[in-house]
């Protein structure tokens, strides 16, 4: 996963995969995903990124199974 912060547009770009594009669905006001042909998400754009998402500050935490 790829995470890009544009800071001279406040938009951030959550890259899922590299698939081709086949639609864009908006989630909310400033918020929306690419799918595949198959549906499955290739990426989420947020626009507004410092106030609706808080980037570009990103914490990156993995859980492990034997931590559940």
Same mark, same amino acid.
């Not at 951030?12 to 590299?18: C, G, I, R």
């Given at each position: 996963m790829n995470v890009k912060y544009f800071k001279d547009t406040d938009t951030? #770009? #959550? !890259?899922?995969?590299?698939a081709a594009v086949e639609e864009?669905? !908006?989630i909310s006001e400033h918020v929306f995903v690419d799918l595949d042909k198959a549906g499955n998400v290739v990426s989420m754009t947020i626009e507004h990124a410092a106030t609706t998402a808080r980037l570009p500050h990103v914490r990156i935490e993995e859980i492990d199974a034997s931590a559940a």
């Open positions: 951030a #770009l #959550l !890259e899922f995969s590299d864009t669905r !908006e």
